[in-house]
């Protein structure tokens, strides 16, 4: 997968610094601001707080890569390969990855739930995500609309853009073709912070890799990413959830 123009891996070692930074930042004055609100759980957090955090996460990330291309004279159809690749093999791709994701990593979500159960027991609940804690309480209807625009459109935008647009290209560039595969997946995973789902997510952070691969064009990966968040997001809407359906 080749693009026109390139990040060089140091600027975006600066690049993702300052998005860290600026979400670090932030986070540190809410959490001065309402320090006993940040330290509720999932269940007792009031949603405005919850979409608050959510929305910043994926507005500094649009934000300081905007700002930083702008600044750089780079293009984003060019650096992200937006014309590579026809309409139709990157949704063709961007489909069969979300149908070679689901059942594996379902599957290996259970396995996950299994072994923790077996060998660590109660030492590490296991619990859904935060997302999904917010969604299955009685909130208004507003707010599981905002989630849904944050679930389903931004959240796959900015996470494929940070994660296999930016450290992705950015590790392969520096000569760890490797590394960027498997290590940025791992990170991807681990950055959701759930014991159970962070293996399935780190191998779909490799199927999602897989597809920008093979169509040199970030949206096919953002299409798979956002089919995957809108089956999760219906599933809760339809007062489901994922325990249902693995353990039939």
């Known amino acids: ?21 600026g ?12 320090p006993h609100e940040i330290k509720k759980t999932a269940e007792e957090m009031n949603p405005i707080m919850f979409l608050f955090n959510t929305f910043t996460f994926q507005v500094i990330i649009l934000t300081v890569v905007g700002v930083f291309f ?8 060019k650096v992200f390969g937006f014309k590579n690749s026809s309409v139709g093999l990157v949704l063709l791709c961007g489909l069969l990855g979300y149908i070679v994701f689901l059942p ?12 923790i159960k077996t060998f660590i027991g109660d ?10 804690k917010i969604l299955q309480r009685e909130i208004p209807t507003g707010y599981k609309i905002l989630i849904g625009i944050s679930t389903v459109i931004l959240a796959p935008i900015s996470e494929e853009i940070l994660f296999r647009g930016l450290l992705y290209n950015a ?6 073709p490797l590394v960027a595969l498997y290590g940025v997946s791992l990170f991807f995973g681990v950055i959701h912070n759930n014991a159970i789902a962070m293996l399935p997510l780190a191998f779909f952070g490799v199927i999602l890799t897989v597809v920008y691969e093979i169509t040199g064009n970030l949206l096919a990966p953002i299409i798979t990413h956002s089919l995957f968040n809108l089956t999760n997001y219906c599933i809760l809407m339809l007062n489901l959830n994922w325990e249902m359906i693995l353990n039939k």
Do not use: C
């Not at 702008?70 to 159809?77: A, C, D, Q, R, Y």
């Not at 594996?104 to 072994?115: A, D, E, F, M, S």
């Not at 030492?123 to 999904?132: K, T």
């Open 1 to 21: 997968m080749d693009s026109d123009e390139h990040i060089d891996p140091l600027d975006t070692i600066r690049l993702v610094m300052g998005i860290f930074i």
């Open 23 to 34: 979400l670090i930042l932030t986070w540190g004055i809410v959490s001065l601001a309402f």
């Open 70 to 77: 702008k600044l750089n004279n780079l293009s984003l159809v």
């Open 104 to 115: 594996l990593g379902l599957q290996l979500q259970k396995i996950v739930i299994i072994l």
């Open 123 to 132: 030492a590490i609940p296991v619990e859904s995500q935060m997302v999904v």
């Open 171 to 176: 590790v392969k560039n520096a000569g760890y």
